[in-house]
């Protein structure tokens, strides 16, 4: 089992590195930040349900994390915090999916941040469409997780803990309710620390600088 989540880390490890080849110091200390505190949101505020699923707000700082650098940086974020408190917990079987459904939130929250919904480029004046724009990036990866919570843990519960497949399929059921809840609060929570965060951070100089399509246009026809 600590083979299995080895391979696991090392996998997503080298895949994020070939994606994103270059981490700044700013980010690199960021996303230790974000992953410390995913670990002491799970630790210190967690209702744990039966069969192993909980309510807790570490979800919260991997979407933060995404939205305020990119998909990587927020998934590694959530997936260090959140798998270490799995193998602190004494439970490397659920650090196993764990790494990889954290992971998976950041990358969706950062792909749907900065590519579709082009948060860093929008205008915060236009407070409506500005924080519509901020849910959907925060709530993409989280309302994902909804879906691949349960069906991770199905195939975990199996074939790795060797539940029977009945047990499985009803455990499934708790957690993907559970999650739904926790996907809906930690959604708001991610929204209200960005808006309250990111302009800190931005005049501080701490977050990456993206600038917009029309810009680099401009540059290559002058």
């Not at 270490?84 to 954290?102: H, M």
Request: charged residues 10%; positive net charge.
């Amino acid at each position: 089992m600590w083979l299995l989540l080895a391979v696991v880390v090392v996998v997503i490890l080298f895949a994020s590195v070939l994606y994103k080849r270059t981490f700044t110091p700013h980010e690199l200390a960021l996303t230790g930040v974000m992953a410390a505190l995913s670990f002491a949101a799970y630790l210190f505020f967690r209702v744990p349900f039966y069969g192993g699923s909980s309510f807790h707000l570490g979800n919260t700082f991997t979407a933060l994390a995404a939205l305020l650098m990119d998909g990587v940086s927020g998934g590694l974020a959530g997936a260090i915090g959140l798998a270490l408190a799995d193998v602190l917990a004494g439970d490397p079987g659920y650090a196993i999916t764990t790494f990889v459904l954290k992971f998976i939130i950041g990358v969706v929250c950062g792909l749907t941040a900065h590519r579709l919904c082009r948060i860093d480029t929008a205008d915060p004046a236009r407070r409506l469409p500005y924080v519509l724009r901020v849910t959907a990036s925060a709530g993409s990866g989280l309302l994902v997780n909804v879906i691949t919570d349960p069906l991770l843990g199905y195939f975990r519960n199996v074939y790795i803990f060797g539940q029977d497949y009945s047990v499985a399929q009803a455990l499934a059921g708790v957690a993907g309710g559970v999650t739904l809840v926790n996907s809906l609060v930690s959604t708001v929570c991610a929204v209200l620390l960005y808006l309250a965060v990111r302009p800190a951070l931005d005049r501080a100089g701490l977050l990456p600088r993206r600038e917009p399509k029309g810009s680099v246009h401009q540059a290559k026809k002058a």
